[in-house]
Every structure is written in structure tokens, then in C-alpha cells.
Nanobody, 123 residues
């Protein structure tokens, strides 16, 4: 069992930055690929970024590539999402995800979800 708790969301102006954190409980954190998804009002949950269990491989949605960076610290059971050059279209609830695999882009393949943290980007 893995429990995930996100933090770091908030309100920021376009062009600004935020850093999301996801703290995981459980001794098997390092066995999971970790990811971030987001869901805007009226839209489906979509993939944002993923990182392998070792941190050696990362994957990004085209819409955030070059602006967002995912990282993890297995000693702290924490995964991060650094978001730079934020745009109003990045506004959404951001969810941390644990995947006992290689880091899936499909929400249906995620094993554990956090409760979400709101990110709002004003124009």
C-alpha cells in the first residue's frame, strides 16, 4: 500500500513558477515509477510527466516539455514537479501517481493516486 500526499499548489501569474511535492508513505516507494497527471474542469485527467523508479528515465507530455521537470528523492520518499513558464492553460488539479511499472501515461494503469493539489495560473 502506498499513500500519496501532494503539496505546493497555489495561484501564480503567467510566466511564474511553482514546485509541487508528493510525499509517499510505505517502504516500497523506490519500487514504483512515479508520475504527475492533471485535470482541468470539464476535461479528462491527462498525463503530465513520469519518472522511473531509479530516476534515470523521464517522460513528459508535449505540452509541458521544456517547462516542467520531474525528479525524485528515494531517501525522502518524495517526488517533485518543478513548473516554470506557467501558462493559464496549465490551470488544473494536479495529481501524484504511483505506477508499479515503467511510468504509464494511461490513468487506468495507475496503482495509487494522491488527493490532488490545485494550480491556478492567472493571465
Amino acid at each position: 500500500q502506498v499513500q500519496l500526499v501532494e503539496s505546493g499548489g497555489g495561484l501564480v501569474q503567467a510566466g511564474g513558477s511553482l514546485r509541487l511535492s508528493c510525499a509517499a508513505s510505505g517502504r516500497t516507494f523506490s519500487r514504483y515509477a512515479m508520475g504527475w497527471f492533471r485535470q482541468a474542469p470539464g476535461k479528462e485527467r491527462e498525463f503530465v510527466a513520469a519518472i522511473s523508479w531509479s530516476g534515470g528515465n523521464t517522460d513528459y507530455a508535449d505540452s509541458v516539455k521544456g517547462r516542467f521537470t520531474i525528479s525524485r528523492d528515494n531517501a525522502k520518499n518524495t517526488v517533485y514537479l518543478q513548473m516554470n513558464s506557467l501558462k493559464p492553460e496549465d490551470t488544473a488539479v494536479y495529481y501524484c501517481a504511483a505506477d508499479y511499472g515503467s511510468g504509464s501515461r494511461a490513468p487506468g494503469e495507475i496503482d495509487y493516486w494522491g488527493q490532488g493539489t490545485q494550480v491556478t495560473v492567472s493571465s
